[in-house]
C-alpha cells in the first residue's frame, strides 16, 4: 500500500513540476516515474475499478474516441477516469 501511494504522490508531483517548468504536458512522464517507484502499480490501480474498464487502442482516432466514450459514460452518470490531454 505504501509503495502505490508512493507511486502515485511522484507521479502527481512529476505531472505538476512538468507542467509548471513547461517542459510538457505533464501527462506521459508521470506515468514512468509511477512504475519505477511500483512496477506493478496498474494492476494496483485497476483493482480500484470495480466497475470495469474501457481500454482504447490504436493507430488513428484514439483521442476522439475517448472523448466520445467520456461523454457517453458521464452522460449517464458514470464517474470517468480518463486522460484528457490525448498523450
Known sequence: MLR???AVWAGKATGALSRITRRGGGTTLPGDVARA?????????????????VVI???NGKTTTARLVTWLFEGIG???????AGA
Open 78 to 84: 458514470q464517474r470517468v477516469v480518463s486522460n484528457r
Open 4 to 6: 502505490k501511494t508512493a
Open 57 to 59: 487502442t490504436g493507430t
Open 37 to 53: 517507484i511500483d512496477p506493478k502499480i496498474l494492476t494496483r490501480l485497476a483493482q480500484d475499478l470495480t466497475q470495469g474498464a
